[in-house]
């Protein structure tokens, strides 16, 4: 596995927005806030854009972080988890579809409707390995 925990597990299974930062030399990370799921294996994968910042900058440096917290109103908890990401041409679509239904009502036509143009776009799956993993539990 990965170094997640069944309590981490738990965590990344909710449908939160994780913030990934990737590396880009010296100039600071920008963190973005994504949706994202844990494979069986421990990896994250997440869909983007072919042409995005993050996956120009995974090309040229694979190393990525990505923070998970809980909401507002919960006790203080998030989980941190830093590795290396490959960036897929293969298998975006399904991670797309599987993460939409996991954070939006599609019985919501407008969702529906957000969905099928989505799936009609061209997306890459970036996948993180994860290396370590941070993680704070109040």
């Known amino acids: ?32 806030p994504v949706w994202f799921e844990v494979t069986e294996s421990g990896e994250v994968q997440l869909f983007s854009a072919p042409d995005a910042v993050r996956v120009r900058r995974l090309r040229r440096d694979p190393r990525a972080s990505l923070v998970v917290t809980a909401p507002v109103g919960e006790r203080e908890r998030w989980v941190a988890v830093t590795g290396t990401a490959t960036v897929a041409d293969d298998g975006a679509h399904a991670v797309l579809k599987r993460l939409a239904a996991r954070y939006w009502d599609l019985d919501d036509a407008r969702r529906a409707s957000d969905l099928a143009e989505m799936s009609a776009q061209r997306w890459v799956r970036i996948v993180l390995h994860p290396e370590t993993v941070h993680r704070y539990a109040m």
């Open 1 to 32: 596995m990965s170094g997640l925990t069944e309590e981490d597990l738990e965590l990344f299974r909710r449908p939160l927005y994780g913030l990934l930062s990737t590396a880009d030399g010296p100039v600071p990370p920008q963190p973005r």
